[in-house]
């Protein structure tokens, strides 16, 4: 399995150690007008740098929030800095997934320790006050970018409002853990705090990093604590024309290293026919359990026992980009 090219330059994120309120590379800028706290996260995992070109970014343009606060965040620092171009997808984490930790249970259970559940508690006392977050992504196969709303119809209104990217995800998470993006509030249906995670493109791709700056932009202004104009010129894109709704029906999850497709897919493939054979695993076939069955972020860059290698999704509606 070959490894994409990295087109990106990787920043130097060192200057931005210093955070607020004891917490290495978060930073909170509170305006003290009323208004939401709003957060852009990056380095959820640590070959995912799109994000932490935005952040740094953003981090060095000085912004300052017209209303309410804003957090600007890199999170899973350690992996950042053991990335090795030779070894690209190693550096997704160090100990384990910091994305699969996301639950009260399991950040208050002392007994279990790690670099990520480390870094995770850290930030949590953060993350407990935001109310829109904003997580950013990529992806390991080259495929157009998508937003991962959750679950729950206003994950969806949210990213009608964004506007953009083109595909909606909607899916209950993996059952390796949870994530960030339905921690707590942000999962929770009756709760007005809300989350999008946007998955920009491939990991090193130049136009994943045309997509991070976009998305932000738009979040950021939609929030109301910036203003167009206190954002990089150019950073917003056109908006697509539609968008469409794809609900995650089930996942499919590798049970040994044995595991393979049927065909080198990347993403959005959709299958006509129930029945089709898509892979194996340990040597059965893997089948689509419905008609127009669509490939959600299919890859085995992280293939081991328990890890979702893809997702199967049902399009669930079209709704235009608001």
């Not at 910091?98 to 259970?109: C, E, H, I, P």
């Not at 999962?187 to 136009?207: I, K, T």
């Not at 049970?255 to 497709?261: A, I, T």
Request: aromatic share 6%; with cysteine.
């Amino acid at each position: 399995m070959s490894a994409y090219p990295i087109e990106i330059t990787f920043p130097d994120i060192a200057a931005h150690e210093s955070g607020s309120a004891g917490i290495p590379y978060v930073h909170t800028f509170d305006s003290g007008v009323a208004g939401p706290h709003v957060m852009i996260n990056a380095l959820t995992h640590g070959n995912e740098v799109c994000g932490a070109i935005v952040v740094d970014a953003l981090l060095r343009a000085n912004p300052r929030p017209r209303r309410g606060k804003l957090t600007l965040a890199f999170a899973n620092v350690d992996a950042y800095r053991s990335f090795d171009a030779s070894k690209p997808d190693a550096s997704r984490f160090v100990d384990q997934d910091f994305n699969r930790v996301w639950t009260a249970k399991t950040l208050d259970d002392a007994s279990r320790d790690s670099i990520e559940l480390r870094r995770a508690r850290a930030m949590r006392p953060v993350i407990d006050t935001v109310d829109l977050l904003l997580d950013l992504h990529s992806m390991h196969e080259k495929s157009k970018p998508l937003i991962v709303a959750g679950p729950l119809e206003k994950g969806i209104e949210l990213s009608a409002r964004l506007g953009t990217p083109a595909t909606v995800i909607c899916d209950e998470g993996h059952p390796e853990g949870r994530r960030m993006r339905d921690y707590e509030g942000f999962g929770d249906p009756s709760s007005s705090r809300n989350a999008l995670l946007v998955e920009c493109g491939q990991h090193w791709e130049a136009s994943a990093v045309t997509v991070a700056r976009d998305v932000t932009a738009r979040f950021l202004v939609l929030s109301g604590v910036l203003d167009k104009e206190d954002l990089p010129a150019g950073w917003i894109q056109p908006a697509p024309e539609e968008m469409l709704v794809v609900r995650v029906t089930e996942p499919v999850v590798a049970k040994s290293m044995d595991f393979r497709f049927a065909d080198h897919y990347t993403g959005r493939e959709v299958f006509p026919e129930a029945g089709s054979v898509i892979g194996w695993s340990e040597g059965e076939p893997v089948k689509t359990p419905y008609d127009d069955c669509m490939l959600v972020m299919p890859s085995l860059r992280q293939l081991r026992p328990g890890v979702t290698v893809v997702r199967l999704g049902r399009i669930e509606r079209r709704i235009n980009s608001l």
